[in-house]
């Protein structure tokens, strides 16, 4: 298939700290003579706010689920290379700014209805139509309109040239959901979720998990010559405190984790009946402060707080060696990442001479929500202490997700704590949400026109580089300005009972599970 001069693979790479027991790779999982049947039983430490692909709120978080229930046209291979998933094919026109996609035929979505152009155009048209409100909308931000050639063929036309087009179609806003499905549910789709993936739908029990069985009709085929998935079903379980993940999986009622902490690593590794998993991605663990009233609208209390925190201290008693002290959320295994940016430096002095300067009243007292997650609290309660060092009282609020969420893009906080899975499949994945001039996440509610336009050009800039160099611009720029205090990224594993066969992961971590099977033991 055709491909334009620029180039959107990636290979994904992780590193792993010397003197500690070292994962498995996914290969310790694989097997030759797959066997049918059984459910796997999977753990997940965020619950979906919505399984409409273009409706929620953690991206990557939320394709552990969406995964099993839906596909793309394309997706990505386990090196971060894309690949034909509902389209076999695409071209590009001569100036680089209009796709064209070959259709699988003979595809169905689970409630019968065929998958084709039409149903292909419905869901992009929708994703990107500022009616429909979707917090992913802005991934698919450079597709002018969508054109049905005949049923089998589709051709999206682009704005601009761009660097992110076809990486954005194979992840969770370029999902293709039944048309039938949408129109008959409304806005309660996102609870009766359709799709073509290889698992259907059966429950969604709130706070507890979500239920799916195999899809009879899905099109993959097994080694055996037989239609894909292995599984009879999967069973996805909400559980947010690790102590209890590592109960679960070390008893055998959960068959495989989503990530574990680190200090949980070596456990894994000693027990017979476990396999440690490297993971391709890991979490960037941030601080936003709220920009948009008092105390944080003031610079000068910003830059106290980044001088205030002693991240290389936080970062190796948080991850004991699988991390790396970052100067914003973009991984060191990522393209965009620039080593020459400045982290800001642990200095107590300063940042009681800045809480000096900005007077309006001292000891100032704050409220900094997080997540009710690890390694969440244990973070917050070292910047906690910290801060109390340089003569801040700041309260740590607890919160379910569903209720962080809301309150943050509300601008109904003080300081809050944020983690991201990453690297993405590209950069304008983390720029463009967070810090673009339409950001669906921009938690500090900063306006910076510079930042701005340094975001939307390097997403429609197709030569790498240059791209490179104008993420560097925004991130300068970011740090310049203090409206975030990023704290480190830190390596991932996950635990699998080594009965699970076969077990793939997806460019940002998720599971990919329809050519997973069970052992007998």
């Given at each position: 298939?055709?491909?334009?001069a620029?180039?959107?693979?990636?290979?994904?790479?992780?590193?792993v700290?010397?003197?500690?027991?070292?994962?498995?790779?996914?290969?310790?999982?694989?097997?030759?003579?797959?066997?049918?049947?059984?459910?796997?039983?999977?753990?997940?430490?965020?619950?979906?706010?919505?399984?409409?692909?273009?409706?929620?709120?953690?991206?990557?978080?939320?394709?552990?689920?969406?995964?099993?229930?839906?596909?793309?046209?394309?997706?990505?291979?386990?090196?971060?290379?894309?690949?034909p998933?509902?389209?076999?094919?695409?071209?590009?026109?001569?100036?680089?700014?209009a796709?064209?996609?070959?259709?699988?035929?003979?595809?169905?979505?689970?409630?019968?209805?065929?998958?084709?152009?039409?149903?292909?155009?419905?869901?992009?048209?929708?994703?990107?139509?500022?009616?429909?409100?979707?917090?992913?909308?802005?991934?698919?931000?450079?597709?002018?309109?969508?054109?049905?050639?005949?049923a089998?063929?589709?051709?999206?036309?682009?704005?601009?040239?761009?660097?992110?087009?076809?990486?954005?179609l194979?992840?969770?806003?370029?999902?293709?959901?039944?048309?039938?499905?949408?129109?008959?549910?409304?806005?309660?789709?996102?609870?009766n979720?359709?799709?073509?993936?290889?698992?259907?739908?059966?429950?969604?029990?709130?706070?507890?998990?979500?239920?799916?069985?195999r899809?009879?009709?899905?099109?993959?085929?097994?080694?055996?010559?037989?239609?894909?998935?292995?599984?009879?079903?999967?069973?996805?379980?909400?559980?947010?405190?690790?102590?209890?993940?590592?109960?679960?999986?070390?008893?055998?009622?959960?068959?495989?984790?989503?990530?574990?902490?680190?200090k949980?690593?070596?456990?894994?590794?000693?027990?017979k009946?476990?396999?440690?998993?490297?993971?391709?991605?890991?979490i960037?663990?941030?601080?936003a402060?709220?920009?948009?009233?008092?105390?944080?609208?003031?610079?000068a209390?910003?830059?106290?707080?980044?001088?205030?925190?002693?991240?290389?201290?936080?970062?190796?008693?948080?991850?004991?060696?699988?991390?790396?002290?970052?100067?914003?959320?973009?991984?060191?295994?990522?393209?965009a990442?620039?080593?020459?940016?400045?982290?800001?430096?642990?200095?107590?002095?300063?940042?009681?001479?800045?809480?000096?300067?900005?007077?309006?009243?001292?000891?100032?007292?704050?409220?900094?929500?997080?997540?009710q997650?690890?390694?969440?609290?244990?973070?917050a309660?070292?910047?906690?202490?910290?801060?109390?060092?340089?003569?801040?009282?700041?309260?740590?609020?607890?919160?379910?997700?569903?209720?962080?969420?809301?309150k943050?893009?509300?601008?109904?906080?003080?300081?809050?704590?944020?983690?991201?899975?990453?690297?993405?499949?590209d950069?304008?994945?983390?720029?463009?949400?967070?810090?673009?001039?339409?950001?669906?996440?921009?938690?500090?509610?900063?306006?910076?026109?510079?930042?701005f336009?340094?975001?939307?050009?390097?997403?429609?800039?197709?030569?790498?580089a240059?791209?490179?160099?104008?993420?560097?611009?925004?991130?300068?720029?970011?740090?310049?300005?203090?409206?975030?205090?990023?704290?480190?990224?830190?390596?991932?594993?996950?635990?699998?009972?080594?009965?699970?066969?076969?077990?793939?992961?997806?460019?940002?971590?998720?599971?990919?599970?329809?050519?997973a099977?069970?052992?007998?033991?």
């Amino acid at each position: 298939m055709d491909k334009p001069a620029f180039d959107r693979r990636r290979v994904l790479k992780t590193g792993v700290a010397a003197g500690i027991a070292i994962s498995a790779p996914l290969s310790a999982l694989a097997a030759d003579l797959p066997l049918r049947g059984g459910t796997l039983t999977c753990s997940l430490d965020t619950q979906p706010k919505s399984l409409d692909p273009i409706m929620g709120d953690a991206p990557t978080s939320d394709r552990y689920v969406l995964l099993g229930l839906y596909e793309g046209l394309l997706r990505f291979d386990e090196k971060g290379n894309l690949e034909p998933a509902l389209a076999v094919s695409w071209t590009w026109n001569g100036d680089n700014t209009a796709i064209t996609f070959k259709l699988r035929r003979g595809v169905v979505f689970h409630d019968g209805t065929p998958f084709d152009a039409e149903a292909a155009a419905f869901n992009l048209r929708r994703a990107i139509d500022p009616a429909t409100n979707a917090p992913r909308r802005g991934d698919l931000a450079d597709i002018q309109s969508v054109d049905v050639i005949d049923a089998s063929t589709l051709r999206v036309n682009l704005k601009a040239t761009s660097g992110a087009a076809l990486a954005s179609l194979a992840v969770e806003a370029g999902m293709i959901s039944s048309p039938t499905a949408i129109n008959k549910f409304g806005a309660d789709f996102g609870r009766n979720p359709v799709g073509t993936g290889p698992f259907k739908f059966v429950e969604w029990i709130s706070g507890t998990g979500v239920n799916m069985v195999r899809n009879d009709r899905y099109w993959r085929m097994g080694v055996d010559k037989k239609p894909l998935p292995y599984l009879d079903g999967i069973n996805m379980r909400f559980i947010t405190s690790t102590a209890v993940k590592m109960v679960e999986v070390k008893s055998g009622n959960v068959l495989l984790t989503d990530t574990i902490t680190p200090k949980d690593f070596d456990e894994v590794t000693a027990n017979k009946a476990l396999v440690l998993v490297r993971n391709p991605v890991g979490i960037a663990q941030w601080v936003a402060f709220n920009t948009t009233k008092p105390p944080f609208n003031n610079p000068a209390i910003r830059a106290a707080f980044n001088a205030a925190i002693d991240r290389e201290g936080i970062m190796k008693a948080i991850t004991r060696g699988f991390g790396k002290v970052t100067p914003t959320l973009i991984a060191p295994a990522d393209w965009a990442y620039d080593n020459t940016l400045k982290v800001p430096a642990y200095d107590p002095a300063r940042a009681k001479k800045l809480l000096a300067q900005a007077g309006g009243g001292m000891p100032l007292t704050v409220t900094m929500s997080i997540i009710q997650r690890d390694p969440d609290t244990q973070v917050a309660q070292f910047i906690q202490a910290q801060l109390r060092n340089v003569g801040v009282d700041m309260k740590i609020e607890v919160l379910e997700r569903q209720a962080f969420v809301p309150k943050v893009l509300g601008y109904q906080y003080e300081v809050a704590m944020g983690r991201i899975n990453v690297p993405r499949a590209d950069p304008d994945h983390v720029f463009g949400p967070f810090f673009g001039a339409q950001a669906s996440q921009n938690w500090a509610g900063f306006k910076n026109s510079a930042i701005f336009d340094a975001v939307d050009l390097a997403r429609r800039e197709s030569n790498q580089a240059k791209r490179k160099a104008l993420y560097s611009q925004a991130q300068r720029l970011l740090l310049e300005q203090d409206y975030y205090a990023f704290l480190f990224f830190r390596d991932t594993r996950i635990a699998a009972n080594r009965r699970v066969k076969n077990l793939k992961l997806d460019i940002g971590g998720a599971w990919l599970l329809a050519d997973a099977w069970l052992s007998k033991a």
